[in-house]
């Protein structure tokens, strides 16, 4: 019997060596830029197919709350961290984050699975209210 498909990693590379972004963030914010961040990564980490879904604002007061800032700086945050290309700015526009660089960084948890890792076209098609799309390995 094969193990049901999963969309969601348990683990994510955080690493130790500072960038620009993550100075800015940490420089303007304190201690709450740089915990939402993480707390942002960490649900990026364990939703289905990697992006939140934040017009409902109900997730957005949700994500907040666990971040424990307010909305209005998970916001401000969000929005510096599109600036900083850490965030897709286009999805951003309807309240979507997505990171590029957060599904590069988890593909060797998607090596030994028999299903890929979401791509940006394929969180379009989930958000646009398309099934995603199966993709098996060959």
Sequence with gaps: ???????????FP???K???AMFYIEKKYGNDGYATWIKILRELAI????FLDLSNNI??????SK???TEAILIDVINDLCELEEFDKHLWSIKVVYSHKFIDS???AYKKRNNECITYEGV???????????KAKK
């Design 14 to 16: 955080f690493l130790c």
């Design 59 to 64: 997730q957005l007061m949700f994500l907040a």
């Design 67 to 69: 971040c424990n800032v």
């Design 106 to 108: 988890i593909q060797d």
């Design 47 to 50: 939703t289905n197919f990697h």
């Design 1 to 11: 019997m094969a193990r049901p498909e999963r969309n969601n990693v348990d683990y």
């Design 18 to 20: 500072e960038g620009k």
């Design 124 to 134: 379009i098609r989930i958000i646009s209210g398309a099934q995603p799309e199966n």
